[in-house]
């Protein structure tokens, strides 16, 4: 397995390749002649890199079809076209790239910075009009070598997504060309779903499901009949509680809910697969829709067996939705994904209408509702519900007890059980990985104090990991520059702390000559882009201002505007 990265200059170049089964390096400047006969030596093996499906991929392919480097980054980085259109024969050549890149709002400088190591940028300006000196060549391969260990993290970060994809084509017995296929398309090739070469034009023929009983709430079936505007979302009350019905979904919750008792959160099983095999609404263009549901069943057999191998056929089942409203997929059916999204939400609101009379409303999401029963025995009456929609619509609910509810709206809650286990969900508490450990202190004070009962002053105040305050700022390139106190800074991203040292300044953002605050970046701060993993909290760490965020965030969830 070879893991790489480019860096493209005006004129020069620099790729650094780790082989990791020789725990070899190879690192060529500006020899294309090197570079293709290291390929033609190694094009059997996978490549992996970040964003490397969408970057390097092509810059390595342009080199091996005689084009220059810099004309192919000027396309993709200038001009803001994808690779792919460069050259109408890229697809002849043979790399199996494997991109590590799972969410394209995320930098690998970010990723490097959630983890604790150095995010400090080359000082070799990428836009320099010369050739690099000796010196200057060395740095940049200093620089490069380091983004292809920080890829190698990534990927034994978020390792179980290859392992998944490798066993998918185990599976299908797929040629291993197509571990470079995204998620989605992997979904269409196995489905062997094609596009009809005649558009059909009936994106807004959908249908209600013919098990659907909405006595209470037609105006939302209205809402869907006479709109045919993605942009245009229905707001109204169901069952008490603020709800909004969009094109992908709905969503309602009580704002600032806190409250004790018996709870119960009911999802829909694989809803949206589900809806696909029970109501035809798979992609049209599958040629054997018989195949989707063998996936999902066989899928449904591993998973209740704790077999790894439901992990990869998860990757068909939840991709094919999605797939169905990409255009550029073999399973683009945008009528099809329409009487999945609107049939799964009325069905929703079908439950919801039955369930009112009994329970009350919590909040309730795409594939489910939080009800809380008015006396806990009314557990069977609920069941009883549930079992009957079930039975009629053909769908299969899942049940989860719990005894207490923070919410501060449907994208922010906290619900715990008897045992005093919790599932959090929303920036302000959610768990934090190695890859978005975005100021943890304050999730995990907010948790304590919600779920423990513990003072946030005490878990922050006692915490002198200085990794548990970082915050990770990127200023993006719709601004200019980024500026710390007066001095114009090179980076982009930024690993900023609190800080009572009056000598430490304020981080902003540049355009046009005009500064502006970077939001949850304190006034005054200190800056940190080296490696912070073992580093401890230093005296200046101001950590009021951590106190007051958390504070903040707690009556945000409370309701209270103090």
Same mark, same amino acid.
């Given at each position: 397995?070879?893991?790489? @990265?480019?860096?493209?200059?005006?004129? #020069?170049?620099?790729?650094?390749?780790?082989? +990791?089964?020789? &725990?070899?390096? *190879? !690192? =060529?400047?500006?020899?294309?002649?090197?570079?293709?006969?290291?390929?033609?030596?190694?094009?059997?093996?996978?490549?992996?890199?970040?964003?490397?499906?969408?970057?390097?991929?092509?810059?390595?392919?342009?080199?091996?079809?005689?084009?220059?480097?810099?004309?192919?980054?000027?396309?993709?980085?200038?001009?803001?076209?994808?690779?792919?259109?460069?050259?109408?024969?890229?697809?002849?050549?043979?790399?199996?790239?494997?991109?590590?890149?799972?969410?394209?709002?995320?930098?690998?400088?970010?990723?490097?910075?959630?983890?604790?190591? @150095?995010?400090?940028?080359?000082?070799? #300006?990428?836009?320099?009009?010369?050739?690099? +000196?000796?010196? &200057?060549?060395? *740095? !940049? =391969?200093?620089?490069?070598?380091?983004?292809?260990?920080?890829?190698?993290?990534?990927?034994?970060?978020?390792?179980?997504?290859?392992?998944?994809?490798?066993?998918?084509?185990?599976?299908?017995?797929?040629?291993?060309?197509?571990?470079?296929?995204?998620?989605?398309?992997?979904?269409?090739?196995?489905?062997?779903?094609?596009?009809?070469?005649?558009?059909?034009?009936?994106?807004?023929?959908?249908?209600?499901?013919?098990?659907?009983?909405?006595?209470?709430?037609?105006?939302?079936?209205?809402?869907?009949?006479?709109?045919?505007?993605?942009?245009?979302?229905?707001?109204?009350?169901?069952?008490?509680?603020?709800?909004?019905?969009?094109?992908?979904?709905?969503?309602?919750?009580?704002?600032?809910?806190?409250?004790?008792?018996?709870?119960?959160?009911?999802?829909?099983?694989?809803?949206?697969?589900?809806?696909?095999?029970?109501?035809?609404?798979?992609?049209?263009?599958?040629?054997?829709?018989?195949?989707?549901?063998?996936?999902?069943?066989?899928?449904?057999?591993?998973?209740?067996?704790?077999?790894?191998?439901?992990?990869?056929?998860?990757?068909?089942?939840?991709?094919?939705?999605?797939?169905?409203?990409?255009?550029?997929?073999?399973?683009?059916?945008?009528?099809?994904?329409?009487?999945?999204?609107?049939?799964?939400?009325?069905?929703?609101?079908?439950?919801?209408?039955?369930?009112?009379?009994?329970?009350?409303?919590?909040?309730?999401?795409?594939?489910?509702?939080?009800?809380?029963?008015?006396?806990?025995?009314?557990?069977?009456?609920?069941?009883?519900?549930?079992?009957?929609?079930?039975?009629?619509?053909?769908?299969?609910?899942?049940?989860?007890?719990?005894?207490?509810?923070?919410?501060?709206?449907?994208?922010?809650?906290?619900?715990?059980?008897?045992?005093?286990?919790?599932?959090?969900?929303?920036?302000?508490?959610?768990?934090?990985?190695?890859?978005?450990?975005?100021?943890?202190?304050?999730?995990?004070?907010?948790?304590?104090?919600?779920?423990?009962?513990?003072?946030?002053?005490?878990?922050?105040?006692?915490?002198?990991?200085?990794?548990?305050?970082?915050?990770?700022?990127?200023?993006?390139?719709?601004?200019?520059?980024?500026?710390?106190?007066?001095?114009?800074?090179?980076?982009?991203?930024?690993?900023?702390?609190?800080?009572?040292?009056?000598?430490?300044?304020?981080?902003?953002?540049?355009?046009?000559?005009?500064?502006?605050?970077?939001?949850?970046?304190?006034?005054?701060?200190?800056?940190?882009?080296?490696?912070?993993?073992?580093?401890?909290?230093?005296?200046?760490?101001?950590?009021?201002?951590?106190?007051?965020?958390?504070?903040?965030?707690?009556?945000?969830?409370?309701?209270?505007?103090?």
């Amino acid at each position: 397995m070879l893991f790489y @990265d480019f860096e493209v200059f005006k004129y #020069d170049w620099v790729v650094v390749i780790t082989n +990791t089964e020789y &725990q070899s390096e *190879e !690192v =060529i400047v500006n020899n294309e002649q090197a570079l293709i006969d290291f390929y033609n030596e190694h094009k059997t093996d996978i490549w992996v890199g970040y964003n490397s499906r969408h970057y390097d991929q092509y810059i390595l392919k342009a080199i091996i079809c005689g084009f220059t480097p810099q004309e192919i980054n000027e396309w993709i980085i200038v001009k803001k076209e994808p690779g792919w259109k460069f050259y109408k024969d890229f697809w002849k050549i043979q790399l199996f790239n494997f991109d590590v890149m799972t969410n394209k709002f995320r930098s690998l400088k970010q990723l490097e910075g959630f983890q604790g190591h @150095d995010i400090r940028e080359s000082s070799v #300006d990428f836009t320099i009009d010369s050739e690099l +000196t000796s010196s &200057q060549v060395d *740095e !940049v =391969i200093k620089y490069c070598r380091h983004d292809v260990h920080e890829t190698m993290h990534i990927f034994m970060e978020t390792i179980t997504e290859f392992e998944s994809q490798i066993e998918l084509l185990k599976m299908f017995n797929l040629p291993l060309k197509n571990i470079s296929k995204t998620k989605a398309q992997l979904s269409a090739f196995i489905l062997d779903a094609k596009q009809p070469k005649v558009p059909r034009n009936d994106e807004f023929d959908f249908s209600f499901p013919n098990t659907l009983r909405i006595d209470k709430y037609k105006e939302v079936l209205n809402f869907y009949m006479e709109n045919k505007d993605y942009k245009k979302v229905f707001e109204t009350e169901i069952a008490g509680v603020h709800h909004i019905f969009a094109w992908g979904g709905l969503h309602g919750a009580r704002s600032n809910y806190y409250g004790t008792g018996c709870f119960l959160n009911i999802d829909v099983a694989s809803y949206y697969p589900a809806l696909m095999i029970e109501y035809g609404y798979l992609s049209r263009n599958v040629k054997n829709p018989d195949k989707f549901r063998e996936i999902r069943d066989r899928r449904l057999e591993y998973k209740a067996a704790k077999d790894k191998r439901q992990a990869p056929l998860k990757i068909v089942i939840n991709g094919t939705y999605g797939a169905m409203k990409d255009k550029y997929n073999g399973l683009y059916d945008p009528l099809m994904a329409n009487n999945v999204c609107i049939g799964g939400m009325t069905l929703l609101l079908d439950l919801i209408e039955k369930l009112e009379p009994h329970c009350d409303i919590i909040q309730s999401n795409t594939d489910g509702v939080l009800v809380k029963l008015r006396h806990c025995d009314d557990y069977e009456l609920i069941d009883d519900i549930c079992h009957e929609w079930e039975q009629r619509t053909h769908m299969e609910l899942e049940f989860e007890e719990f005894t207490k509810v923070i919410q501060k709206d449907v994208n922010n809650y906290i619900i715990v059980d008897a045992d005093g286990n919790y599932k959090s969900k929303g920036s302000y508490v959610k768990h934090l990985s190695p890859l978005d450990n975005d100021l943890p202190i304050v999730n995990e004070a907010i948790v304590n104090y919600f779920v423990k009962g513990i003072d946030p002053e005490e878990t922050i105040f006692n915490c002198k990991d200085l990794i548990k305050f970082q915050k990770i700022v990127k200023v993006s390139n719709k601004y200019d520059y980024a500026r710390y106190g007066r001095k114009r800074m090179n980076e982009r991203v930024f690993r900023v702390f609190a800080s009572v040292d009056k000598n430490d300044h304020t981080l902003s953002k540049v355009k046009n000559g005009s500064s502006e605050k970077i939001p949850y970046v304190p006034e005054r701060c200190f800056i940190e882009n080296g490696d912070i993993k073992k580093m401890e909290v230093p005296g200046k760490l101001d950590y009021w201002w951590y106190l007051d965020l958390a504070v903040d965030r707690i009556n945000a969830f409370l309701g209270d505007d103090k």
